[in-house]
């Protein structure tokens, strides 16, 4: 009898029947992708000013067309070289860094840097460039301006555009010419004179969208 015993498969259950097969382990869902991350600084025409720290701001409209991460670093009155506000770009590139993980970093502006010497805007736009490559060496580097919401062009106009053009060169940059964006446009300018409505925002962001989508990295 004992030997009979020793003969029954040790698999059986009490029963007699054959136990139940495991469940096979559920395929995890696949994560979704990080959206890219791009940092803005810029003078009020990124913000805060009139429309930018609004949903209908420029920058929040390219992120929310391309599905980014949005990190803006936008102050009024602020410029390359001007520190009317208290706030110049390489102090605030020194001070809210972009995170090492960003994709893009855009510069925007020059406006307010129309009245200096634009020797000095140049060296304080390369002085930007390089302490971003410093923070965030992996990112891409868009550099738009100057902005000009006055209908007539000047001389200062152009020679800051190309001092910006230079520095962007010196740091291998792309580099986009937005002096002529306003010219013939009044209807884009807030009644201020000065600022974009919410139209110049939503013509700003297509001409922007374009460029920094071919920036983004592949996911």
């Given amino acids: 009898m004992l030997g009979v015993l020793a003969l ?13 097969a495991e469940p096979a382990g559920t395929a ?12 803005v600084y810029g ?27 949005l990190v803006n670093h936008g102050h009024s009155g602020s410029g390359y070289t001007n ?33 200096l010497d634009p020797e000095a805007v140049r060296q304080d736009a390369v002085a930007t460039y390089a302490l971003l490559e410093a923070a965030a060496p992996e990112a891409e580097l868009l550099v738009i301006g100057p902005e000009w919401p006055r209908q007539e062009p000047t001389a200062a106009l152009y020679t800051l555009r190309d001092a910006l053009a230079s520095a962007a060169g010196e740091a291998d940059a792309t580099f986009v ?24 925002h939503a013509v700003f962001a297509a001409q922007i969208a374009p460029t920094l989508a071919g920036l983004l990295p592949d996911r």
Avoid: K, Q
């Fill in 83 to 115: 520190w009317e506000v208290g706030w110049s770009y390489p102090y605030t590139v020194a001070t809210e860094t972009p995170p090492e993980n960003a994709d893009v970093v855009v510069v925007f502006g020059g406006f307010n840097d129309a009245t």
């Fill in 177 to 200: 010419d937005a002096s002529g964006w306003l010219l013939g446009r009044p209807e884009l300018i807030a009644s201020d004179g000065l600022h974009l409505n919410e139209a110049g």
């Fill in 43 to 69: 003078d009020s025409y990124v913000g805060p000013g009139v429309g930018a720290d609004l949903p209908s701001g420029w920058p929040a409209l390219v992120a929310a067309d391309l599905n980014l991460e």
């Fill in 8 to 20: 029954l498969p040790a698999c059986t259950s009490s029963n007699g029947s054959e136990p139940a």
């Fill in 28 to 39: 995890a869902a696949p994560s979704r992708p990080e959206p890219p991350v791009v940092v």
